[in-house]
Antibody, heavy 120, light 110 residues
Framework: QLQLQESGPGLVKPSETLSLTCTVSGGSISSVPYYGGWIRQPPGRGLEWIGSIYYGGSTYYNPSLKSRVTISVDTSKNQFSLKLTSVTAADTAVYFC????????????WGQGTLVTVSS | QTVVTQEPSFSVSPGGTVTLTCGLSSGSVSTSYYPSWYQQTPGQAPRTLIYNTNTRSSGVPDRFSGSILGNKAALTITGAQADDESDYYCVVYLGSGFWVFGGGTKLTVL
């Protein structure tokens, strides 16, 4: 059974960079045709897709966040990571990582999510 | 930019049938968008209910079904139960690693 687990600081200061890592276990992150994706959910609000990465390194970002987002992959560690720069209080959210299927078009496995609060 | 639309809220009586819909701000949702549906309860990660328009995920009761109705994707719950009270999200896949989420529908069972 594939499992995903987010990790990283739970508190980030305004204007700094939010960094999270998703560790995949029970399967390879390099499986075709799967993507590693990041999704977030501000408190009391809906889900927002941030972006995704293919194991070969190709990335795809939500246009509304593109200027601040970088997603990378480390296949040797079976991990993919998110960096979001110049954060503000509006970036406070639960951040989920998930596996996306390019064949069936859905997000089939999700991490449990991690709350990141932006505050001084 | 692609915007996915959903009803903000809906209510259904226990044992009743409800259909939630998922549209696009411009254009139609078709099977080519591989619409999928997720159920989320507070504090939990989303759970996949339906993918590829009408395929139930493993372990999902058959009272949940997906379809295309007109120009929208639809999730129908037949014989609603109290624990179906959740938030439901529609997601469309634009291809090449791009996904778009709808705003979600808060379903009340009362």
């Amino acid at each position: 059974q594939l499992q995903l687990q987010e990790s990283g600081p739970g508190l980030v200061k305004p204007s700094e960079t939010l960094s999270l890592t998703c560790t995949v276990s029970g399967g390879s992150i390099s499986s075709v045709p799967y993507y590693g994706g990041w999704i977030r959910q501000p408190p009391g609000r809906g889900l927002e897709w941030i972006g995704s990465i293919y194991y070969g390194g190709s990335t795809y970002y939500n246009p509304s966040l593109k200027s601040r987002v970088t997603i990378s992959v480390d296949t040797s560690k079976n991990q993919f990571s998110l960096k979001l720069t110049s954060v503000t209080a509006a970036d406070t959210a639960v951040y989920f990582c998930a596996r996306g299927s390019g064949a069936s078009g859905h997000l089939d496995y999700w991490g449990q999510g991690t709350l990141v609060t932006v505050s001084s | 930019q692609t915007v996915v639309t959903q009803e903000p809220s809906f209510s259904v009586s226990p044992g009743g049938t409800v259909t939630l819909t998922c549209g696009l701000s411009s254009g139609s949702v078709s099977t080519s968008y591989y619409p999928s549906w997720y159920q989320q309860t507070p504090g939990q990660a989303p759970r996949t209910l339906i993918y590829n328009t009408n395929t139930r995920s493993s372990g999902v009761p058959d009272r949940f079904s997906g379809s295309i109705l007109g120009n929208k994707a639809a999730l129908t719950i037949t014989g609603a139960q109290a624990d179906d009270e959740s938030d439901y999200y529609c997601v469309v896949y634009l291809g090449s690693g791009f996904w778009v989420f709808g705003g979600g529908t808060k379903l009340t069972v009362l």
